[in-house]
C-alpha cells in the first residue's frame, strides 16, 4: 500500500523556521512528483511546492518563494521542506502527496495519494 506519513509540524514563532517530512513507502519513489500543500481554516487547499524526484526540478508557490526549499533523499525515499521566515499566515495543516506524473506540478488533481497531515502553527 502507498504510505505518506508526514511529520515536522508544530508551534512556533514569527520569523522562526521549521522542517517538513515526508517519508514514503509502496511505490517506486523515483519515479514521481511529490508535493506539499497546505489548507488553512475556511480556505481551499493550495499547493506550495513541488518536487521531481527523478529530476530534481522544484516548483515554489509565489505566496512561500525565497522563504522555503524542498529537498528529497532518495535514499530514504523521504521528502522535505524547510521553512524559514515563517509568518502568521502560513498557519495551516501541511499535506504532502504523490503525484500521478514524474515532472512537478500544482494541480491538486494531479496527484493520487495524500498524506494525514501536519500542523503547523506560527505566533505573532
Known amino acids: 500500500d502507498v504510505q505518506l506519513q508526514a511529520s515536522g509540524g508544530g508551534l512556533v514563532q514569527a520569523g522562526g523556521s521549521l522542517r517538513l517530512s515526508c517519508a514514503a513507502s509502496?511505490?517506486?519513489?523515483?519515479?514521481?512528483?511529490i508535493g506539499w500543500f497546505r489548507q488553512a481554516p475556511g480556505k481551499d487547499r493550495e499547493a506550495i511546492s513541488c518536487i521531481s524526484i527523478k529530476d530534481g526540478r522544484t516548483y515554489y508557490a509565489d505566496s512561500v518563494q525565497g522563504r522555503v526549499t524542498i529537498s528529497r533523499d532518495n535514499a530514504k525515499s523521504t521528502v522535505y521542506l524547510q521553512m524559514n521566515s515563517l509568518k502568521p499566515e502560513d498557519t495551516a495543516v501541511y499535506f504532502c502527496?504523490?503525484?500521478?506524473?514524474?515532472?512537478?506540478?500544482?494541480?491538486?488533481?494531479?496527484?493520487?495519494?495524500w498524506g494525514q497531515g501536519t500542523q503547523v502553527t506560527v505566533s505573532s
Open positions: 509502496g511505490f517506486t519513489f523515483r519515479d514521481y512528483a
Open positions: 502527496a504523490v503525484s500521478r506524473y514524474s515532472g512537478t506540478t500544482s494541480r491538486l488533481e494531479d496527484y493520487q495519494y
